[in-house]
């Protein structure tokens, strides 16, 4: 393992020289979940690894999910087995390699009379899904009565309810998970590069051989050369299998999916519901720190994949399956705090409807050698990445007869001094409470920062010595420092966003500290004013989107 390489915005210019001058064996282009899991897979086998983004890691469809490691219980309906037994074994996997980031989460699935699964069905179902997972006995669903399920969760509709069924499942923070991923597999030797954007392929007799890049900050552009290729790119596989040539036989078929944000205090959640909305689709309602987040709609999408936003519509359907499900629940539109929509990359089946859309994952192999891969889920990211890891390695044995080996992804944790298991997670949480209150905080950051952060949690605290600002602007700047040079936030936004999750979770603190870690980054990154001002406009653009309703979507850009 290689300990030297830096995951630092400050080494990019480093890592550009050496994404130029090399020829690597793999190219990954996508930095979300499935690409920085494949780039993991790939360097830890030995394969020389290298990863383009052009935006932030995790910035597509893996920040925008329910942030749930689940089996899937919708694919016990449609009596896809393995997916259930593969996601539900992945569960388990997943938190234990980042037991500070997965976490265990009871859910609530309520029954209620002309639902859609009846009190026998969920019963036999949930043990099924148990069965198929490997779930320890201690850990398997409950059947609860109506009396028991309002006890556990008071605000829900008593109207027409028989009872719930009440199964574990996983939590995550999707972009800190992608990152965590990036991270380790750097620690294998890959590079990670974001901000740049594969333009077009260059070929070699017909053999896709390298990638024209620009760097998205400077605007320059320059080739990266390689063996082998994986297109891990979302919803813009067809985009770029496209510039490979013509799109045959399968392709894209893109879907909305929209949450919105109340603050905790006005949604008072006790439990992670999973329940029937009036028109039968299935919806979550998370409750997460100091705030609920209820979701998903799920539409086709035809607009602009890069500006993806909440419609009007949206909301309004968001609130009426909350005035639904829990009608002492009195909130409405000027109650969202905040809100993110996101694209599912699903396989196109003629006649098919959003919610019947298969999850699975699919790989492409073009005839000059780009393989795409592009469905699934968050939660099957390792999985996809061994079968794309062990395709490649099929491919190269052919002409390098090089033995690169099988997976081991199942045994690296995604962080360098791991916390041991669950109860390591809650004794590091009341160590660190102790800690911040000596800081001024209130206790809920020693919760925020080690499910953010792990134990990187204590360079954190470390750091907000050197700042003298009142204690949530000082652990602001601490966390911007941390995250510009171990984390290669090279953006505002990327900070704002996806490492810290302000936007969503806590989006009042951005008022509150965006001047001083916006002058901080300017700093560490050297922008001039004008670059200073950008970002602030990027800035002020994701505010309006993260808060606003639009009448219809945005345009799509060719
Ligand atoms: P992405 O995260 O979209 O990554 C693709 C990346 O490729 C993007 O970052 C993009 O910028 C980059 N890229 C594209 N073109 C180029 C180019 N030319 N050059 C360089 N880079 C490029 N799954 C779960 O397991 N649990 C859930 O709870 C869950 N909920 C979901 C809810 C919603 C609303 C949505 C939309 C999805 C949900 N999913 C969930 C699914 C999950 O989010 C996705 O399957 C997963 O994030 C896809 O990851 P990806 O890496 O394939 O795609």
Known sequence: MNKTIAFSALSRNENIKQVKSEIFDLVVIGGGATGTGIALDAAARGLKTALVEKGDFASGA?????????GGLRYLKQLDMA???????ERAIVHRLAPHLVLPEKMLMPIIKGGTYGK???SFGLMIYDILAGVKAADRRKMLSKEKTMQLEPLLNENGLKGSGYYAEYRTDDARLTIELMKTATQYGAIGLNYCKVEDFIYENDIVKGVLCTDKLDGQTFEIKFKKVVSAGGPW???????????????LHLTKGVHIVFPHEKFPLKHTTYFDSPDGRMIFAVPRGRITYVGTTDTNYKGNLNRVVASQADSAYLLSVVKYAFPSVNVGVEDIISNWAGLRPLIHKEGKSPSELSRKDEIFISKKGLISIAGGKLTGYRKMAERIVDLV????DDVTKVPFGKCKTEKIPLMLEPLANTKAVQRYIYELEKIILEKGLVKYYARYLVTNYGRQSNLIIEKMNDFSDQPEVALGRAEAWFSVHHEMVNRAEDFFVRR?????????SIKLMREVVMNDLQMYLKWDDTRLKAENKIMDELLYDATHYYEKELEAVS
């Open 393 to 396: 390695i099929k491919q190269m």
């Open 237 to 251: 596989v067809d985009k770029l299998r496209k510039k490979d040539g013509l799109v045959k036989w399968k392709k």
């Open 500 to 508: 810290t999750g302000r936007l969503y979770f806590e989006i009042k």
């Open 62 to 70: 893996s920040s925008k999910s329910t942030k749930l490691i689940h």
């Open 83 to 89: 997916l259930v037994r593969e996601t539900g074994t």
């Open 120 to 122: 026998w069905a969920s």
